[in-house]
């Protein structure tokens, strides 16, 4: 017989098996399991899930065969799935003339026995098959050769779903890339962004500060009463602008900015928040108390060096009359997460209104009693965010606040 010769039509076939995208792909465990099914049913020593491509045979699964593939003109399976509604059975290979002169016979001699059921998928292309092969002749019953069909439509059931999952897959990886793309093109706007807040807005507020600021050094004494309060009124509005302009610029670089996590001191941290903040602890007469005991978290020092600061200015800004702020920096843990805590003794937050505090400029009190941009929080909530951890608020009116950043500790990052 002529080496196996290539079934009609062939490119259909060849193009349905590469696009299902199994050749030379891992071990799976569904087709293992489906040649050792094959095996004990037919008490063979080889068991095989055959692919023929165009010029090989690829084995998604075998036992008793130690290649991962064979020449196509080495292959019994290439013969079989030349009629894929039939089980090729070959009782005695060294006598049967169907495949007597076949090349797999000059390098196996000793094969004495082929079945193989081909695996055909739902518009009759025939991709491989389920075959068993032993060294001497023999038989198969109708059961046998039934079970041997019936594993090879369960092979051409999960190569169809793994098309399937490999359609999905594309069509995801195609999402992502989309998302990546979208994502990338955002980063670069918010990059001109933040550019455009560090320069091309910054110029003009330094120009009313600046020469707002030269008006009153000297001119003062030439300009009437009502001249120098509305003098007042620019110079108030420059800085509240430059101020804005600071916190729109952090939080806008909160995202593109590349966290360096590192076991972190939020005590040692604390404690520089403390001399950053000693002229507002001045006027104010308050104080900051800290537990030294706090665990060391994993973080980005800077970042929450940050967060610390903006709860502990809030802490000391939101004041009740005539009560001196004090501040407490202390830490606990639950879970998976360490806490700390930023508690304090001011004018504290009403239950309806805790839910809008973390919104970007959201503001509970009139700007002349406590002056803010309303990002202050929004900064900490995503600091804590971008920790994997989060920002919390337990408070009552006049009974203070106290505001929690969960983070994870370290080794646990």
């Not at 059921?117 to 050769?145: E, H, K, N, Y």
């Not at 900051?288 to 903006?310: K, Q, S, Y």
Request: proline letters at 7%; one cysteine or more; glycine letters at 8%.
């Amino acid at each position: 017989m002529q080496p196996s010769p290539p079934p009609a039509p062939e490119g259909p076939r060849l193009a349905r098996l590469r696009a299902l995208g199994v050749l030379d792909t891992l071990p799976d465990r569904a087709y293992d399991g489906i040649a050792a099914l094959a095996q004990t049913l037919c008490d063979t020593p080889i068991a095989l899930v055959s692919l023929v491509d165009a010029e090989r045979q690829w084995f998604k699964a075998r036992i008793g065969l130690p290649l991962s593939e064979t020449p196509r003109d080495w292959s019994f399976c290439a013969i079989a799935i030349q009629t894929p509604g039939e089980v090729l059975v070959i009782e005695d290979v060294r006598h049967d003339p169907r495949v007597q002169h076949h090349p797999l016979l000059r390098e196996q001699p000793d094969l004495g026995f082929y079945a193989g059921a081909p695996i055909v998928t739902a518009d009759g292309l025939a991709l491989g098959t389920v075959c068993v092969m032993d060294v001497r002749p023999r038989r198969l019953s109708a059961p046998q050769v039934d079970g041997l069909r019936h594993l090879a439509a369960l092979s051409a059931t999960l190569l169809e779903q793994g098309a399937q999952d490999v359609e999905t897959l594309k069509r995801n990886e195609v999402r992502l890339n989309r998302t990546v793309a979208l994502l990338e093109r955002k980063t670069v706007e918010q990059q001109r962004f933040i550019y455009m807040l560090s320069h091309d807005l910054r110029e003009p507020v330094n120009t009313i500060n600046n020469f707002s600021s030269l008006l009153v050094e000297d001119h003062q004494a030439e300009l009437m009463p009502a001249a120098q309060r509305y003098l007042g009124f620019v110079r108030e509005g420059g800085r509240r602008i430059g101020r804005l302009l600071d916190d729109l610029v952090e939080f806008a670089q909160l995202d593109t900015h590349p966290l360096r996590i590192e076991p972190v001191d939020p005590a040692a941290l604390a404690q520089h928040v403390t001399q950053d903040l000693a002229p507002v602890l001045q006027r104010c007469q308050g104080r900051i108390e800290i537990n030294t005991a706090l665990p060391v978290v994993m973080a980005d020092a800077g970042l929450l060096r940050v967060a610390l600061h903006n709860l502990v200015s809030n802490a000391l800004k939101f004041t009740r009359p005539g009560i001196p702020p004090v501040v407490t920096v202390g830490a606990s843990r639950s879970g998976e997460l360490d806490q700390i805590h930023v508690s304090d003794n001011g004018v504290g937050i009403a239950q309806e209104h805790q839910g809008r505090i973390f919104g970007l400029f959201n503001r509970l009190h009139n700007r002349r009693r406590y002056d803010g941009t309303g990002l202050g929080l929004p900064i900490c909530q995503r600091i804590a965010e971008l920790h994997q951890g989060r920002l919390t608020l337990e408070s009552s009116t006049d009974a203070g606040s106290r505001f929690t950043l969960h983070l994870p500790p370290a080794g646990r990052a």
